[in-house]
C-alpha cells in the first residue's frame, strides 16, 4: 500500500506564500502522475493541482495563476509553491499518484497521507 507523507503547511498571512512537499513510498513515483488536493471545513475534497510523468501540469482555476506544481524525480518527491495566499486558500492539503485519469477524477485511490494544514488569516 502507497504511503504518502506530506509536509510543509503553516500559518500565513493574506498574500503570502508556502511550498510543500509531498514524497510517496516505493518506487512508484516516476511511473505516476501526482496531484495536490485540498479540503477545508464541510467542504468536499478538490484537485488543486496535476502533473504528469512528463511534466505536463494542470490547475483549479481558483489557484491558476497563483500555485505552482512541480516534481523533482530524483529525490521522489512533488512540490506545490503557493503564492499570493488567499484566506479562502485554508484547508488540508493532500497529494496522491496514480494514471492521470484518476488523479483529475479525485480517485479512486487506495489510501490517503495525514495531509498538512495550511491556515491562510491574519
Known amino acids: 500500500q502507497v504511503q504518502l507523507v506530506e509536509s510543509g503547511g503553516g500559518l500565513v498571512q493574506p498574500g503570502g506564500s508556502l511550498r510543500l512537499s509531498c514524497k510517496p513510498s516505493g518506487s512508484i513515483f516516476s511511473i505516476n502522475a501526482m496531484g495536490w488536493y485540498r479540503q477545508a471545513p464541510g467542504k468536499q475534497r478538490e484537485l488543486v493541482a496535476a502533473i504528469t510523468t512528463g511534466g505536463s501540469t494542470n490547475y483549479a482555476d481558483s489557484v491558476k495563476g497563483r500555485f505552482t506544481i512541480s516534481r523533482d524525480n530524483a529525490k521522489n518527491t512533488v512540490y506545490l509553491k503557493m503564492s499570493s495566499l488567499k484566506p479562502e486558500d485554508t484547508a488540508v492539503y493532500y497529494c496522491?499518484?496514480?494514471?492521470?485519469?484518476?488523479?483529475?477524477?479525485?480517485?479512486?485511490?487506495?489510501?490517503w497521507g495525514q495531509g498538512t494544514q495550511v491556515t491562510v488569516s491574519s
Open positions: 496522491n499518484a496514480g494514471p492521470i485519469i484518476r488523479i483529475m477524477n479525485g480517485g479512486p485511490f487506495g489510501s
